[in-house]
């Protein structure tokens, strides 16, 4: 039996503006990561996104950011290694607030947009937001870029560390993500999107933007809630995911 954990991004409204559709995504997911304030979120969006996780009894984890609301978190900064600590405790710390209100515990933490792919090709920078997650609470999962250094700090670190695929990203031959703004950055056909992932899941193969297969580690599958055919999308991994015999379940119980 194949397993594999589907996790997506949320929380991401801000004040007046909506971000993706939480409410319609949660209930078809394993796991949640929420915005902490710095990319994206304010403290009454927090709230609610964690309250509505709870309802639905999906996991929830931290997804911090750097502190770039007008660029979404999207726009790579240059910090030091402790400014990057520092910012991941920062959010940790406020996301983990309303979870205790609500009674409930922390699964993972995965880093937002630039930081989490900054963070997959530089070891020091990964270093330092593992040894954040580490002083916070050992027992956290790493969501991480499958072969990325993220990954490998905090497998050092002795840190649980789940490896993500993305469904409608492209890959570069090295593992990491095509930029978003190079041609075949995102995988826009459904269908070829949801054959890819089964693959990575079953065959632990995909194919690169060069053609070139490439070795991959999937025990999270990423799918995005903000997309106009987001919910469709969810949906049908979902049923392609039974047809296939994969069985759906939070990463705590997969690493």
Known sequence: MYRIDLNSDLGESFGRYTIGMDEKIIPLITSANVACGYHAADPVVMSKTVRRAKEAGIQIGAHPGFPDLMGFGRRNL???PEEA???????L????????????????????????????KDYVLS?????????????????????????RA?????????????????????????D???????????EEAIKRV?????????TAVTGKD????????????DGEKALAFVEKIRQAFQNENIQIVPIDEIV
């Not at 089964?198 to 995909?206: F, S």
Request: with cysteine; hydrophobic share 45%; charged share 25%.
């Open 78 to 80: 240059n910090v030091t």
């Open 85 to 91: 600590k520092a910012y991941v405790l920062y959010q």
């Open 93 to 120: 710390g406020a996301l983990d607030a309303f979870c205790k209100a609500e009674g409930i515990k922390l699964q993972h933490v995965k880093p937002h947009g630039a930081l989490y792919n900054m963070a997959a």
């Open 127 to 151: 270093k330092s937001i593992c040894e954040a997650i580490y002083e916070f609470d050992k027992n956290l999962i790493v969501l991480a870029l499958s072969g990325g250094e993220l990954a």
């Open 154 to 178: 905090a497998a050092d670190m002795g840190l649980r560390t789940a490896l993500e695929v993305f469904a409608d990203r492209g890959y570069e031959e090295d593992g990491t993500l095509v």
């Open 180 to 190: 978003r703004r190079k041609e075949g950055a995102m995988i826009t056909d459904e």
């Open 198 to 206: 089964i693959r990575m899941v079953k065959e632990k193969k995909v």
């Open 214 to 225: 490439i070795s991959i580690q999937a025990d999270s599958v990423c799918v995005h809630g």
